[in-house]
């Protein structure tokens, strides 16, 4: 898989913004990378280790682990940096990797700006540097890791 960006993201071939938040043996999670521009924060991915494209070619172990996943880091979005809504999607077409997206839409978020990429488009997103998207990932991973 030598051509895989998730692969080869996975084997430390290339660095990408901010910290794991989360990782075992069957996913990775982390936060949205955009090449040097500014991130919105709370757009995180999470990467199935394994590589397959689709979510039909998860094994139910994996799949067990990935929704669990979704669900945490959902929860840990709205919980901890005061999210209101999770969007979350698999496309598959540009990168064929199995990888589930989940943006975080924030009060106040005019409606004209809601869903996952039209987000992005909102004036007053929160946007940052990688300084910020570490910081956002520490939090996230310190939610994830206290007890329930």
């Known amino acids: 898989m030598g051509d895989c960006f998730i692969c080869n993201k996975h084997s430390g071939n ?14 990775y999670v982390g936060h949205i990378d955009r090449n040097g521009n500014p991130n919105y924060l709370g757009h995180i991915m999470i990467d199935l280790k394994r590589h397959v494209p689709t979510l039909g070619e998860m094994n139910m172990e994996e799949a067990k682990v990935f929704g669990m996943m979704m669900a945490k880091v959902s929860k840990a979005l709205m919980e901890s940096e005061k999210a ?14 199995l990888h589930m997206h989940l943006v ?40 994830l890791e206290s007890p329930v």
């Open 14 to 27: 290339i660095q990408t913004s901010g910290i794991s938040i989360y990782e075992d043996e069957f996913v």
């Open 104 to 143: 975080a839409r924030y009060p106040n978020t005019p409606k004209d700006y809601w869903g996952p990429n039209a987000v992005y488009e909102w004036p007053d997103a929160p946007m940052g540097n990688n300084e910020d998207v570490i910081a956002l990932c520490s939090r996230l991973k310190l939610y």
């Open 84 to 97: 209101e809504h999770i969007y979350s999607f698999v496309a598959g077409d540009s990168v064929p990797h």
